[in-house]
């Protein structure tokens, strides 16, 4: 078994379709200005979660959940600091996160799933830096831009789609004559 297969030329034409969406956002949002990480997950949980639009809403979900969860770990890690110092503050702030997050997937798994872990995670990177204002800038880049990358995304397949569609049919034609 090789680790390498042959595409199809319908799925190299889709793909590559694709990929020029994908790259015109990147170019874009650099150009822009845009800190586009929150955008850029959108496409990469939706391919790693099999490109299947029933994980759409856990996407945006999840992500949703990660970003305000970064808030609120933030919020009570300072919040709770002057009373229980910084460590046993963000020990009570990130297991109430934590519970959150794990516990609730029992209950509301199209939000509380890996997705929300993943954003949660890159959101507080820079933890000291975390303010409302970020987390909203950040949650705006998220669903205005997840919605153009990712929309773009599935257009760009159907559009690469009807051209490998319509190559194979010039090419069935012309094998026939």
């Not at 979660?49 to 933030?74: C, E, Q, R, Y």
């Not at 020990?91 to 997937?105: D, K, N």
């Amino acid at each position: 078994m090789s680790i390498f297969q042959k595409p199809s030329r319908h799925q190299f034409i889709v793909t590559a379709c694709v990929l020029v969406w994908i790259f015109i956002v990147n170019v874009a949002a650099i150009a822009l200005g845009v800190t586009g990480w929150p955008l850029y997950f959108v496409t990469i949980f939706f391919f790693a979660l099999g490109a299947d639009m029933k994980n759409v809403p856990s996407i945006f979900a999840g992500g949703t959940l990660g970003l305000v969860a970064a808030l609120g770990l933030h919020a009570g890690t300072f919040g709770l600091a002057p009373s229980l110092g910084l460590l046993g503050a963000f020990s009570v702030s990130i297991a109430i996160v934590l519970a959150v997050i794990i516990l609730g997937g029992t209950v509301c798994p199209v939000a509380c799933n890996n997705v929300a872990f993943a954003y949660l995670t890159v959101a507080t990177v820079n933890f000291e830096a975390i303010t409302p204002a970020l987390i909203g800038y950040q949650m705006a880049v998220f669903w205005v831009g997840g919605a153009i990358i990712l929309g773009g995304a599935l257009a760009a397949a159907a559009i690469g789609g009807k051209i490998a569609g319509a190559h194979a049919g010039t090419a069935q034609t012309a094998a026939e004559e």
